[in-house]
């Protein structure tokens, strides 16, 4: 598995990764309860995070059942139960950062994290939400830090509307909110463009995949 990665401009210059403020986090109003929030570089020398993860994490490929055939599920994955140790001490403290943050607004902690493995332009994930379990019926959070290569994570209205695209890297965070998970849809879509690999952290609440 090939880990290659063009470092950031200001990020491979940290002896050590560390966790910025939140307080230069900036909310948009999506509409219909829905919003998301997106903090640029919160996690500066995110490079010696994406190298850790890449080599330390216990990835593995999953396939689905698509219409008549069994395909491959195009990323890496790897997911951290509730009461887990996560695979880097940085993640624990980005989790507990995020949940002092939202406390008021969602009213219980982040509880576990899902990883997904982007290895190039191929890899992808197709339009959804996160309405397995309680995101179906009601509002929630998820919070996504992203290290590596940006890719873009492309918002959608469910039944159609001006979609939105953020490209996620080098310490970026997104957080999306309130109904964003039942009345939007997101995705990150191939590209044939010559991109590096992508690693991406979603913290959620219990009961929340």
Avoid: N
Avoid at 70 to 89: N, S
């Amino acid at each position: 598995m090939s880990h290659a990665l063009q470092g950031s401009l200001f990020g491979s210059g940290f002896e050590g990764a560390a966790l910025g403020p939140l307080t230069g986090i900036r909310r948009t109003d999506l509409g219909r309860g829905a919003w998301v929030d997106v903090l640029p570089g919160w996690l500066s020398g995110s490079d010696e995070i994406f190298t850790h993860l890449a080599e330390d994490v216990p990835w593995h490929a999953e396939q689905r059942q698509m219409y008549d055939r069994v395909v491959a599920v195009p990323r890496l994955l790897c997911f951290y139960r509730e009461g887990e140790t996560l695979p880097h001490p940085l993640l624990s403290a980005a989790r507990d950062v995020l949940s002092a943050h939202y406390a008021a607004e969602l009213g219980e902690p982040f509880r576990t994290a899902g990883l997904c493995y982007y290895r190039d332009g191929r890899d992808s994930v197709a339009w959804h939400g996160d309405t397995i379990g309680r995101g179906s019926s009601e509002d929630t959070m998820v919070a996504i830090l992203s290290v590596g290569t940006a890719r873009h994570l492309a918002l959608r209205p469910r039944g159609g509307g001006e979609s939105h695209r953020y490209p996620l890297g080098h310490g970026d965070l997104i957080v999306m909110g309130g109904s964003c998970q039942r009345t939007w849809e997101h995705a990150i879509p191939k590209t044939g463009k010559g991109v590096g690999p992508r690693i991406s952290i979603q913290f959620r609440p219990k009961g929340v995949r």
